[in-house]
């Protein structure tokens, strides 16, 4: 028994093991749609104001609508205090939201706007209020918004449609100043990306609802389009902006505002299936928590977002971002200031390199700055210029360190000490490991041991730190000629980030056929100063990275400069005839 009891001890280390060498590896491709909530409420048989019948069947069209689409619905109708809403409805269905739920949340009825905030209405309430009583009394709509993202949701759509006059309602402030409240409601409070409020009308405007038991022209147009296979969230709001607009004489115009840049399909085509599933493993090659950060911002409620979470959960220590050895703004500078001669490219390398993708100062498409641009624009166009002039020759470590400071980012290569002063026996504040993107806040030498330091911090907030630049033997990289220039478009519907990469694709062969070897890769992607469009855009340029390297293209060779285009994602290729 002994000896059974020494042997099985012995083998135990191996059997567990051997265990968790055959459990098998997270499968970040598998499909995790996300759960669909919505809680639909239409108030109808007002007290002491105008009723609104139509209201009840807004909400029961709403209900079947949602549900029709996955969504666990909760239906409410009538209520009758702020009370019973919240104790009886709003607290259970919020105590249901789980991080990445898509949540919708729905009010056909009377609503306002005072001090700045919008409210929904019970069916009792006084056409007279004490400004002291207006929360105690309604239901704020930032608080219900409050509610549900506390709770880490995907996304939350508040759809009012709400912009009801309501006859004689006023605000009692305990002086002369009492006054109607306002028509319509107001700009909402959105507090975090995750959240989209549709209005049923402008603000400041009323909307129509049905006295007469019909659907309001607004939900009416909402349950044409939603259900609408292969619409997303902006094509749905366009249509219903629309036909309401049609149907109502241009007398009211729906409204949308909210802070998430989500491209959320209610009900997808096989086609967006298969586009969102091919942009999620350009993400997983790309390998970065930059990349797929931001594939979570704009596809998190589709069937990859659980998988993006598990990923960062997963990989805390993955690089944040790519590193390159030639500046993104050098290589887009190269090809504009190239007068057909060989171009040598300065390389950035030591401690700390380039990122390889980076925000673009305006580049003009001549060799000299455009008229009216920017100081600091054409001061960089100039000093990159230069830097390419004398890439063959002069201080290798000072010229990377002196592009860095210009480009005012970072990646490690290594794991690098950052040092509390510009010395090197000044004390260790920390370790930054492998892939750590930094900003970079100036250059600093210490005469004493000729050196440079990079003064630089994360995107943490933390305390800043310097790096010192080391570097040697840096030649400069020889790429040849501008040889191919491609911009590409997203497609018209689908996945957004999805671009048409067949012009890319037959280019490149027509040039690997010729002869030329690809030497260096410029991918600039437009300018567009729309909520979340850095990331939208940025992914395309990470599926463009993808078509790529399938045509045998290094991603060590490929940087983007984020901003740098004027439509499209511009695609420059640098090449060597014959070369190997």
Request: glycine share 8%; charged share 20%; proline share 6%.
């Amino acid at each position: 028994m002994n000896r059974f009891l020494t042997m099985l001890l012995m083998a135990l280390p191996l059997l567990i093991v051997g265990r968790a060498l055959s459990e098998p590896a997270p499968d970040f491709m598998a499909e995790a749609p996300p759960r669909r909530l919505a809680l639909v409420v239409g108030n109808s048989a007002y007290l002491h104001t105008t009723q609104l019948p139509g209201s009840a069947l807004d909400a029961d069209k709403m209900t079947e609508i949602l549900k029709g689409l996955d969504f666990a619905v909760t239906t409410v109708k009538d209520f009758l205090t702020r009370g019973d809403l919240t104790e009886n409805y709003l607290r259970p269905f919020m105590s249901k939201i789980k991080e990445g739920d898509v949540v919708v949340f729905y009010f056909s009825g009377h609503g306002f706007a005072y001090g700045g905030e919008n409210y929904i209405t019970p069916l009792d309430f006084d056409l007279k209020v004490s400004s002291n009583d207006i929360v105690g009394t309604f239901i704020s709509t930032t608080g219900i918004e409050i509610q549900a993202t506390d709770r880490r949701p995907g996304l939350v759509l508040m759809i009012l449609d709400a912009c009801r006059n309501i006859p004689n309602f006023k605000v009692e402030t305990g002086n002369r100043d009492d006054a109607a409240v306002s028509k319509g409601l107001a700009e909402p409070r959105a507090r975090v990306a995750s959240t989209v409020y549709w209005f049923s009308s402008a603000l400041g405007a009323t909307s129509i609802g049905s006295s007469t038991g019909g659907l309001s022209p607004y939900t009416d147009a909402l349950a044409a389009n939603i259900p609408t296979e292969g619409y997303d969230l902006e094509r749905i709001l366009r249509e219903v902006r629309i036909a309401v607009m049609f149907k109502t004489g241009h007398g009211q115009v729906p409204w949308t505002s909210g802070s998430s840049s989500a491209q959320f399909f209610f009900k997808p085509t096989a086609q967006i299936l298969g586009e969102e599933r091919r942009l999620w493993n350009s993400v997983l090659e790309e390998g970065t928590q930059f990349a797929v950060t931001r594939f979570l911002e704009i596809y998190g409620t589709g069937p990859y977002g659980a998988a993006a979470r598990d990923w960062l959960a997963r990989n805390p220590n993955a690089p944040q971002m790519r590193p390159s050895a030639v500046s993104p703004t050098t290589a887009e500078i190269a090809w504009t200031t190239s007068s057909g001669q060989d171009i040598a490219l300065p390389r950035i390398g030591g401690t700390l390199v380039a990122q390889a993708t980076a925000r673009a100062a305006p580049v003009g498409a001549a060799s000299t700055p455009p008229a009216g641009a920017a100081g600091e624009s054409a001061r960089i166009v100039r000093e990159e210029t230069a830097m390419i002039a004398v890439a063959r020759s002069g201080d290798p470590t000072l010229a990377s360190a002196r592009s860095l400071n210009r480009l005012g980012g970072a990646v490690t290569v290594d794991r690098v000490e950052a040092r509390a002063f510009p010395t090197a026996d000044a004390p260790v504040t920390r370790t930054l490991p492998q892939g750590t993107a930094v900003t970079i806040d100036g250059l600093a030498f210490d005469r004493a041991s000729k050196t440079n330091w990079l003064h630089a911090r994360t995107d943490k907030g933390d305390t800043s730190f310097f790096v010192e630049q080391k570097a040697t033997g840096l030649a400069p990289i020889e790429v040849g000629t501008p040889r191919l220039e491609v911009t590409l478009q997203p497609r018209p519907d689908g996945v957004r980030s999805i671009v048409d990469d067949a012009p890319l694709v037959e280019a490149l062969k027509r040039l690997q056929a010729a002869g030329t070897t690809v030497t260096w890769v410029s991918i600039a992607t437009p300018r567009d100063a729309q909520p979340g469009a850095d990331a939208l855009n940025g992914l395309q340029a990470v599926f463009v990275k993808s078509v790529l390297s399938r045509q045998g293209i290094s991603r060590d060779i490929i940087t983007t400069s984020e901003g740098a285009s004027d439509a499209g994602i511009r695609v420059r290729v640098f090449g060597k005839r014959g070369a190997q």
